[in-house]
């Protein structure tokens, strides 16, 4: 439970950061709110020899509203998230999602730049963001970057990430208002990671669903954007036969691993129903 040794550095800039993690090369590690990786390190899963830690950069921090996006700092914490009435006014979903991760003990130390960028299937900001079609900004040694979040997952713990990378800022297009929006998540109980979770964000048209979009948190070894399953249900009134198909749908790209959260098939079955759930409470909070 005691971590390997490592040299601690704090930079005050990005910029100061990103040359830091180029110096350090593959022994660095970025340092967030800690909450996946000290864990890790605890049981030498992760030794890295030198931590980064972006906490003294101000400039990673904050919410705030540009042109039609929110841009959110990767080092705001998820208790800042659940906090903000910005968000809570214009992308209610994050709120919603936050409250759901861990407990606030976790949520007052990590961050939302920590939780996109871990790639662990188990966090339950990154299929939110795919489905609300994020953007996160980067920096690295070749510069900014930006990656969309729906291209960003490779496989578990890699994403397109270059070593060195930062993510700096979270850039989400606003929904438009009168959006709907869920997020549902079966867990064993309170702090614990999904066995399987959906995230919903549509419009209507008349009484008919106008866009909608579908993120799958922890049934793959990536989030995933359950692309086929929406489209099948644009156009519909949400009726039973139509959900029914979408769900297969979503169920169709689901591989998830078999743990002690339950057997795959399990899994995959859970997925479908959270997404039932999702799709429900969306169109209810659609205007
Ligand atoms: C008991 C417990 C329960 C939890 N339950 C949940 C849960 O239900 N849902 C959930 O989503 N999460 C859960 N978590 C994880 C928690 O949300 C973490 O805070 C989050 O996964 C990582 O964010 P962090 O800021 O703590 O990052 P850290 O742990 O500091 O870093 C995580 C990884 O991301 C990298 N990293 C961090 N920030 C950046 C950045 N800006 N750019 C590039 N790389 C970066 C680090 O190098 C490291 O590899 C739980 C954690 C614990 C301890």
Redesign the pocket.
Known sequence: MIPGAFAYHRPKSVNEAVAMLADLGEDA???????????LMKLRLAAPEHLVD?AGIAD?KGIREEGGDIVIG??TT?NELIASELLAAKVPLIRETSR????PQ?RY???I???V??G?P????PAVMMCLNAVYQ?AGKGGAKRFAARDFYRSAYVTA?APG????AVRIPAPPAGHGAAYEKL?RKI????TAAAAVVLTLNGDRIGSCSIGLTNVADTPLWAEEAAKILVGSTLDAATVKKAVAAAEAITSPAADNRGPAAYRTKMAGVMLTRALARARASAK
């Open positions: 590690r970025a340092l967030a709110g800690g909450h996946s990786l000290i864990p972006l990673l990767a080092m998820q759901l991760i861990a407990d976790v130390a990590g961050t730049g920590g939780n960028a871990n662990d188990g966090n339950d900001l980067a990430l990378d930062i993510v700096t867990k702090g614990d990671y999904a």
